[in-house]
């Protein structure tokens, strides 16, 4: 067997790619979620004024709209205010508790789109997504009680040529250094944590409901980690976004240090802070010359 090779992600891809995340902050989701709000907000007050001629016979029908219209953005208001206020302060704000997102499901999609007319990758979109959610798990830590903590790895972690069963069991892996798996199957063997390699958002959402954790580390691309922290709210999710010097959902890399600060996080082991270093190191099998 050809022995390991250390290789670190070419400036082409790897760490230029790294680079621009640990740079892409929370604000320009909040900021492009606060433009979504008002436009929103914008559109009904013109639909009323354009069908105000057509109801003004029938002021209670009329009134009916307006006062729903009125309480669907207060909600919105309201939320969006209580995660901005979050995740800007460090303060645990949010309320109700343990109650899906509905700003942030309607809010964000707009988000998006608002970002494409003004340019803006919806990738980095997404990171700065999963650094606001960050922010507010942070935030939430005196509510996060137990330790059943679940860490999701996507199976891009595992090198291409290993023919290793994984998803089935994470203990299949060898461990034999050329990819992360290794190296996190040892670090959860550390925390004593349950660790899941998955493939999909159904698997990954099949082993969430089933282990029921109390709090979940996963590793992913912007998109899977966006989707993924939506589908399973309430229960907190610090993400880490994995590197990709290879292309998307082939050898993928992540950073083990943002990894472990973020295990450290949910074991209250918090000695120093979370990592924002974007250093990422690969393990591949290297050809013969």
Request: net charge positive.
């Amino acid at each position: 067997m050809q022995k390991p090779e250390t290789i670190q992600a070419g400036p082409a891809n790897g760490q230029i790619e790294s680079a621009w995340r640990a740079a892409w902050t929370k604000l320009p989701f909040l900021a492009f979620c606060w433009i979504s709000f008002f436009l929103l907000t914008a559109i009904f007050g013109l639909f009323l004024y354009l069908v105000y001629p057509r109801l003004s016979e029938y002021h209670l029908t009329y009134y009916v709209i307006s006062g729903v219209l009125l309480f669907f953005v207060l909600i919105l208001f309201s939320g969006l205010f209580l995660i901005t206020a979050t995740s800007l302060t460090g303060i645990d704000l949010l309320y109700p508790h343990g109650k899906r997102s509905v700003t942030v499901r309607i809010l964000f999609p707009i988000a998006i789109f608002l970002g494409q007319l003004f340019g803006v990758n919806r990738n980095r979109l997404r990171i700065s997504f999963v650094k606001a959610n960050n922010a507010l798990t942070k935030a939430q830590s005196g509510r996060i009680k137990g330790d059943r903590i679940l860490i999701l790895l996507p199976h891009c972690l595992q090198i291409d040529i290993c023919n290793r069963k994984i998803t089935n069991d994470v203990n299949n892996c060898l461990r034999c250094g050329r990819c992360a798996v290794g190296k996190l199957v040892e670090m959860g063997e550390k925390y004593g944590l349950r660790m899941e390699v998955v493939n999909g958002g159904t698997l990954a959402r099949r082993r969430v409901a089933s282990f029921k954790p109390n709090g979940i580390v996963a590793v992913a691309c912007e998109r899977d980690l966006t989707l993924g922290i939506q589908d399973v709210y309430p229960i907190p999710v610090y993400g880490v976004i994995n590197d990709r010097p290879y292309g998307p959902c082939v050898n993928t890399c992540v950073d083990m240090d943002l990894v472990e600060n973020a295990v450290r996080f949910f074991r209250k082991d918090r000695d120093r802070p979370i990592s924002q270093s974007p250093g990422t190191e690969c393990r591949t099998n290297t050809p013969a010359q």
